[in-house]
């Protein structure tokens, strides 16, 4: 427990604690031009898509008045550089048909660049909602941080945050749905009513077809559970404590974690969606020698 302030102060120190501010007093001799042919994206870069239009625009702007904002380097091997911060620029620069680029070069960590990726995309608002969800997943992951310590680092609510990474325990055709922007969110929230996985994926595909709303799904979920004969399930106050509990351990594994009290036994359940999924919880469980 001794860790979370620490864990929180570091978390939330974004791109602008580990680079100076870029502005019109940043000192002349920190920019270089380096060669477009010598830089190398992110690949693990939390943004997927990138707005072409967008691309396009900037790039139009590059023609004329070139790149106003150093691009940020991380130093690689064979004179390459990794981008720290600015690959719209890089992208745009490549389209306006430059062969360079203004940068700041900056030896840090490819830890840190992974949750400088993560918070600054997060707290820019631009992910869709599978990458945002990935990106929460990532920094409870690889950084321990509790879906508390998000809210306050990213301005979003813990329940936006907790339903957000549920849209990952949906069929893999409707996450990549909800990527593409065929379907919402909301219908994704809506169709993790439905267990079976294929009839996800059905009423997903009618969702498309037919322009159904969010309403109509939630509809047709409530059908499905009504016709297999289980009723919507009542409102049950469970002990803080055991809420607690379940928060603390789902932050632990990075996954769902339900915790039930009988009369005389009680029941964890962990939530894991594939093999991998699985060794990386054994992994926490089982010590090794």
Not at 236 to 258: H, R
Request: hydrophobic residues 35%.
């Amino acid at each position: 427990m001794e860790n979370t302030p620490r864990r929180s102060k570091r978390l939330g120190k974004g791109l602008s604690a580990l680079i100076p501010e870029i502005n019109e007093e940043i000192d002349k001799k920190d920019i270089v031009q380096i060669k477009l042919s010598n830089i190398r994206p992110n690949k693990n870069q939390p943004r997927k898509e990138f707005d072409e239009e967008k691309i396009k625009s900037l790039s139009d702007s590059i023609k004329n008045v070139g790149v106003l904002q150093p691009i940020v380097l991380k130093p690689m091997e064979d004179n390459n550089y990794m981008i720290i911060a600015g690959e719209r620029r890089y992208r745009a620069s490549i389209l306006a048909g430059k062969e360079e680029i203004p940068a700041i070069i900056k030896d840090i960590s490819v830890k840190d660049i992974m949750e400088i990726a993560l918070i600054e995309n997060l707290q820019r608002e631009n992910l869709n909602p599978i990458e945002e969800a990935l990106a929460y997943k990532g920094l409870i992951e690889n950084y321990k941080a509790t879906q508390e310590e998000l809210s306050e680092v990213v301005g979003k609510s813990r329940p936006h945050i907790a339903n957000t990474l549920r849209l990952l325990n949906l069929q893999d055709n409707i996450i990549k749905m909800i990527e593409k922007g065929e379907i919402t969110a909301g219908h994704g929230k809506a169709l993790l009513r439905i267990e079976d996985k294929e009839k996800q994926l059905e009423i997903a595909n009618r969702i498309i077809n037919e322009d159904l709303s969010v309403r109509a799904v939630e509809e047709i979920a409530k059908k499905l559970l009504e016709n297999k004969g289980i009723k919507k399930p009542e409102k049950k106050e469970k002990d803080i404590y055991i809420i607690d509990a379940e928060e603390k351990l789902s932050n632990i594994f990075g996954t769902k974690v339900n915790i039930s009290i009988g009369k005389k036994t009680g029941k964890i359940e962990i939530v894991c969606n594939n093999e991998d999924e699985l060794n990386d919880i054994l992994s926490m469980i089982i010590e090794e020698d």
